[in-house]
């Protein structure tokens, strides 16, 4: 005790890396126990007879977003996730994705006679993308009944989030969810069409799993993208900072209408909001960020949520951390079956936005867009979709992912000799012109007009250009695997 008086910091000290120390054993322990179990019980569905020479074992596609969440992702799915599927008896391919655009293609071009599914490593929006790409298949019919898998390794995980608790690790998220995989849990959802008005291609639909946001929600996306480092209140922390900002600060304007159940069409005229939200689900981005307690995955509805311009965006974030958005004041809310936003666009038309030469297409040729009666020049990935040669604009995310690809920053990844589309990505990678730094390719971009209002869209947490929309549901289009709930004894465990 005299030690401790006579140096009180230096104890302090000893002290606190002994509490580190003892937390970091029982997190350890914890996760080993709950590593050991989830292997054991995937031995369970593993141990297979083998009857005769042609017995075969499901084989998936495997593909990772290595930039989704945060860390290494593919040691999480190899550490995590691949033991689980292997004892539990499936077998499969991995294939990394190097861009948004890489992602759509792998999905887009999986041999369904090859795989009995694919399996998504990534988070909200690499299942929104995994769901474009196979819903706007010319088989699409067939393919989407096949469960999808998903490895949740983003800070949203939207589709999944409602399965977990709301504590758990994002390891014990991912054994859960490769352990679903295995006992073959399923369940079906609702997607929400969004059409574009430049779309001229009757594939160029985007599907989303989650909501459709403008507003608030649009700016989230806008900016969620880049701030990782706040977790899974990066979404919050983006609409926060963003609201700040003098160009989001008015209002965002619309003509706006929607459609019920029975048929009957809405008027709601011109309307002004700080966030319009259109929702599959009852939550937004994350479990705890409720918008209509009533709505199910598979209800055939979808929720939609006008909160009108006496609401912030901040009082707006703020209220859905605690209570649901349609409890807010000022906030209309309606079951819809769809919704027509016919975005009035702003004065400024077009939107200015740097691109890189080499990064653009004839707008002319995409989508007949014309200004002054000149032909607009667009980004290639808001003009061209990745696949089956559909047209949709594509996320922003596509042209920093091209510039990195340009500079270098997309490195060569670890080859599986069995991956698919082994041959076609090394012959890219000979074509590939001599690398410029980041540094030159910035100094050479250009301003160009961008057919977008000032606020994106968001579409699961993924930004789009926002201009006018239609969306409707889709009832039970694709069918998904669900995570294993943790058993009584490891839940009994994390509440000691």
């Known amino acids: 005790m005299q030690f401790v008086r006579d140096n009180k910091f230096t104890s302090f000290i000893i002290g ?58 593919e040691d999480l799915f190899k550490d995590e996730a691949a033991p689980i599927l292997h004892l539990g008896g499936l077998d499969f391919d991995i294939s990394p994705s190097e861009s948004p655009t890489h992602f759509r293609e792998l999905v887009a071009t999986t041999d369904f006679g090859k795989y009995d599914g694919v399996i ?28 999808i898998g998903v490895i949740p390794t983003g800070h949203g995980n939207s589709l999944l989030a409602p399965f977990f608790d709301k504590d758990a690790t994002r390891e014990t998220l991912v054994r859960q969810s490769a352990l679903g995989i295995v006992e073959g849990h399923t369940s079906v959802t609702d997607v929400l069409k969004v059409d574009f008005d430049d779309a001229d291609d009757e594939n160029t639909s985007v599907y989303a799993l989650n909501h459709y946001g403008w507003g608030v929600f649009g700016i989230a996306a806008g900016a969620g993208q880049e701030r990782r480092w706040p977790g899974t209140n990066r979404y919050d922390v983006a609409a926060f900072i963003g609201s700040l900002k003098g160009q989001y600060s008015d209002p965002c304007i619309c003509n706006l209408s929607f459609k019920r159940f029975d048929g009957e069409w809405v008027d709601m005229g011109e309307v002004e909001t700080t966030g319009l939200l259109v929702s599959n689900t009852s939550h937004w981005n994350m479990a705890d960020r409720l918008v209509d307690t009533r709505r199910g995955r598979n209800d055939q509805f979808l929720t939609l949520a006008v909160a009108f311009s006496d609401n912030s965006p901040r009082s707006i974030i703020r209220h859905m951390r605690a209570a649901p958005l349609s409890e807010l004041t000022n906030v209309r809310v309606e079951d819809v079956v769809e919704v027509k936003v016919d975005i009035v666009m702003p004065e400024e038309f077009p939107y200015d936005e740097k691109v890189h030469p080499d990064d653009l297409v004839d707008a002319s040729v995409v989508n007949g867009m014309e200004v002054d009666g000149a032909p607009l020049q667009v980004s290639k990935a808001q003009g061209e979709n990745d696949n089956t040669s ?66 994106y869209a968001s579409v699961d947490n993924s930004r789009y250009y926002s201009r006018p929309v239609h969306i409707a549901v889709v009832p039970a289009a694709i069918s998904f695997f669900t995570p294993s709930p943790l058993p009584k004894t490891l839940n009994n465990e994390k509440e000691e």
């Open 16 to 73: 606190a890396m002994g509490l580190f120390g003892a937390n970091y054993v029982r997190k350890t322990v914890k996760g080993s126990n709950e590593r050991k179990w989830f292997v054991e019980r995937a031995k369970e569905f593993g141990h297979v007879p083998v009857t005769n020479s042609i017995t075969t074992f499901p084989r998936y596609h495997v593909i990772l977003n290595k930039k989704s969440g945060s860390g290494s992702i």
């Open 120 to 147: 998504i490593v990534g988070g909200s929006g690499s299942v929104q993308e995994a769901t474009t790409a196979l819903l706007n298949r010319s088989d699409s019919a067939t393919v989407s009944r096949k469960p």
């Open 390 to 455: 559909s047209k949709h604009p594509a996320t922003l995310a596509d042209i920093e992912a091209s510039i990195n690809k340009m500079s270098g920053k997309a490195k060569k990844e670890e080859k599986n000799s069995d991956s698919v589309n082994k041959g076609e990505a090394d012959a890219d990678l000979e074509e590939e012109k001599p690398k410029k730094s980041k540094k030159e390719l910035e100094a050479e971009m250009i301003t160009v007009p961008v057919r977008s209002h000032a606020v």
